[in-house]
């Protein structure tokens, strides 16, 4: 079945490592996004890549990095850099147009001990 | 900064009523409008989308778009208590790659 995959689905972290999420999709999509959603909130956008090598900051990307070397991957990794990352992780994709719907993964929950 | 707006709620109907979830948007030429229902610990799930102005029927969800108002609704028909959840209103800006979302409305269908 087409879809997204995100992994792991929980992760716990102590302050000051680094973590790497995982988002794979075989939709066959062009561009692909990174949103971080808080207890209570909505979607804010982390960075996205319309193409594979290519990628842009969106809304909060301080603390976060992305590579972008496969179609199909877009992982995301949570730097030390980043002062309050708990939160839950949603990884998205969408045909090139951006008039169409967002697919999402099922989300990572990311807790820092 | 282009905007959507919801109310946050939480948005209180009874089982069997008319559940009526209302956005605002800034952006004057958006041309897509989506609905996403999102569960408690899950992920969104795209529920209507509309494009022309009117509106779009699909068994008991309605959605209504008055682009010269920038007002996009979702009517929930015969509510029921699986229909408790956040609602998000997302519309993709017009020119670039992202797509705004509000902030959601929490609605609650008590039996």
């Known amino acids: 079945d087409g879809g997204i995959t995100q992994s792991p689905k929980y992760l716990f972290r102590k302050e000051g490592q680094n973590v790497t999420l995982s988002c794979e999709q075989n939709?066959?999509?062009?561009?692909m996004y990174w949103y971080r959603q808080d207890p209570g909130q909505g979607l804010r956008l982390i960075y996205y890549s319309q193409i594979v090598n290519d990628f842009q900051k969106g809304d909060i990307a301080e603390g976060y990095s992305v590579s972008r070397e496969k179609k199909e991957s877009f992982p995301l990794t949570v730097t030390s850099a980043q002062k309050n990352p708990t939160a839950f992780y949603l990884c998205?994709?969408?045909?090139?147009?951006?008039?169409?719907?967002?697919?999402f993964g099922e989300g990572s929950r990311l807790t820092v001990l | 900064q282009k905007e959507v707006e919801q109310n946050s709620g939480p948005l209180s109907v009874p089982e069997g009523a008319i559940a009526s979830l209302n956005c605002t948007y800034s952006?004057?030429?958006?041309?897509?409008f989506f609905w996403y229902r999102q569960y408690s610990g899950k992920s969104p799930e795209l529920i209507m989308f509309i494009y022309s102005n009117g509106d779009k029927e699909d068994g008991r969800f309605t959605a209504q778009l008055n682009k010269a108002s920038q007002y996009v609704s979702l009517l929930i028909r015969d509510s029921q208590p699986s229909d408790s959840a956040t609602y998000l209103c997302?519309?993709?800006?017009?020119?670039?790659?992202?797509?705004?979302f509000g902030a959601g409305t929490r609605l609650f269908v008590k039996a």
């Open positions: 939709l066959n999509h062009d561009a």
């Open positions: 997302a519309v993709p800006e017009t020119g670039g790659f992202k797509t705004i």
């Open positions: 998205a994709s969408r045909t090139g147009a951006n008039t169409g719907e967002l697919f």
């Open positions: 952006d004057r030429g958006s041309q897509s």
